[in-house]
Structures are given as structure tokens and as C-alpha cells.
């Protein structure tokens, strides 16, 4: 039955530029672009994995998918594919937006420098800056994940009450 649950669930697979790189981006649920769907069911919360090595998202498939199921499908889940780590099928477009600051390409884009910047940057061009963020890293990706609240302390987390019972 959980398993049954667990495959009506939605992902939809992008691959969008950023940071001038093909990146793989997983959304769990039907929410896609965040900044166009001005609905009163739009969510005010995005669960965001950033995996470890080798950092391919769709690893982090059935996990996204017990989020998503255990938040009541109330919150979108996303992961994104570590800068170079995942290529576009042939026939599979690749996504860009106008005023995309992440088709500038980040210098040193493959260390972990270049990783760190590329997570920040999809953050900036997909994500509202009023939506709330609960940043999961696996492995390296806890490394980025840290290292992004250094270089930007101001980014809307959720208080890690999340799931707390009182």
C-alpha cells in the first residue's frame, strides 16, 4: 500500500542552465515554477535537497517522495543534480529564464566553490525570496549547505521546529 502511495505521487524532471551548466532539478509535486503561481494554494515552504557525491538527484527520488508524502503533500520537495554531474537527454529542452543571472558562468563551477555558488544561484532565480527553505544536504551536500548560510545568512530558513510536537 505505501509503495502504491508513493508512486502517485508527481516528479517532474527539468533541466534548467545555471550557472552556464546543464542542471538536473526533481520536483516532487505539482508545484514547477514557484514565482508564476500566484494561487492561495501556493505553497510558503520549499524542502530543498542538495545531494552528496556523486551527486545525482534522482538517487534522492523515493526520499523526496516520503517528504512530500509525511508533510501531508502540503510543501514541494526539490533536488537539484550536482553543476556537471547530469546531461539533458537529446531530446529534452533545456530551460532558461530572462533574467537569468545563471546563465553567467561561475568560475571554477565543477570545485567546491564554483557547487556552492551554483546552488545559490538556482536559489536566487527559482525560488521567491519570501519563500521559506528547509535546506537538506547529504554528505558534501551538508558541506554546501553550510557553507551557503555563511555566504548568506540571510536566507529565509524555517526554525527547525518543523516537525516538533508540543
Same mark, same amino acid.
Given at each position: 500500500?505505501?509503495?502504491?502511495? =508513493?508512486?502517485?505521487?508527481?516528479? *517532474?524532471?527539468?533541466?534548467?542552465?545555471?550557472?552556464?551548466?546543464?542542471?538536473?532539478?526533481?520536483?516532487?509535486?505539482?508545484?514547477? &515554477?514557484? +514565482?508564476? &503561481?500566484?494561487?492561495?494554494?501556493?505553497? =510558503?515552504? %520549499?524542502?530543498?535537497?542538495? #545531494?552528496?557525491?556523486?551527486?545525482?538527484?534522482? +538517487?534522492?527520488? #523515493?526520499?523526496?517522495?516520503?517528504?512530500?508524502?509525511?508533510?501531508?503533500?502540503?510543501?514541494?520537495?526539490?533536488?537539484?543534480? !550536482?553543476?556537471? *554531474?547530469?546531461?539533458? #537527454? @537529446?531530446?529534452? @529542452?533545456?530551460?532558461?529564464?530572462?533574467? &537569468?543571472?545563471?546563465?553567467?558562468?561561475?568560475?571554477?563551477?565543477?570545485?567546491? *566553490?564554483?557547487?556552492?555558488?551554483?546552488?545559490?544561484?538556482?536559489?536566487?532565480? !527559482?525560488?521567491? =525570496? &519570501?519563500?521559506?527553505?528547509? %535546506?537538506?544536504? *547529504?554528505?558534501?551536500?551538508?558541506? +554546501?549547505?553550510?557553507?551557503?548560510?555563511?555566504?548568506?545568512?540571510?536566507? #529565509?530558513?524555517?526554525?527547525?521546529?518543523?516537525?516538533? @510536537?508540543?
Amino acid at each position: 500500500m505505501d509503495s502504491e502511495l =508513493k508512486e502517485e505521487i508527481p516528479v *517532474h524532471e527539468e533541466f534548467i542552465l545555471c550557472g552556464g551548466v546543464e542542471t538536473q532539478v526533481l520536483k516532487c509535486g505539482p508545484w514547477t &515554477d514557484l +514565482f508564476n &503561481d500566484q494561487s492561495v494554494k501556493r505553497p =510558503k515552504l %520549499l524542502i530543498f535537497i542538495i #545531494p552528496g557525491n556523486p551527486g545525482f538527484s534522482a +538517487f534522492y527520488v #523515493p526520499f523526496a517522495k516520503a517528504l512530500y508524502s509525511l508533510t501531508n503533500r502540503r510543501f514541494p520537495v526539490w533536488t537539484i543534480s !550536482h553543476a556537471g *554531474h547530469a546531461l539533458a #537527454p @537529446k531530446d529534452k @529542452k533545456i530551460l532558461t529564464t530572462s533574467e &537569468d543571472s545563471n546563465a553567467q558562468e561561475i568560475k571554477d563551477i565543477y570545485g567546491l *566553490h564554483g557547487q556552492i555558488e551554483h546552488k545559490l544561484a538556482f536559489l536566487r532565480t !527559482h525560488v521567491p =525570496k &519570501d519563500m521559506k527553505l528547509v %535546506l537538506i544536504g *547529504h554528505s558534501i551536500g551538508s558541506y +554546501f549547505t553550510l557553507q551557503m548560510l555563511k555566504r548568506v545568512p540571510e536566507l #529565509p530558513l524555517m526554525p527547525p521546529t518543523l516537525g516538533a @510536537k508540543k
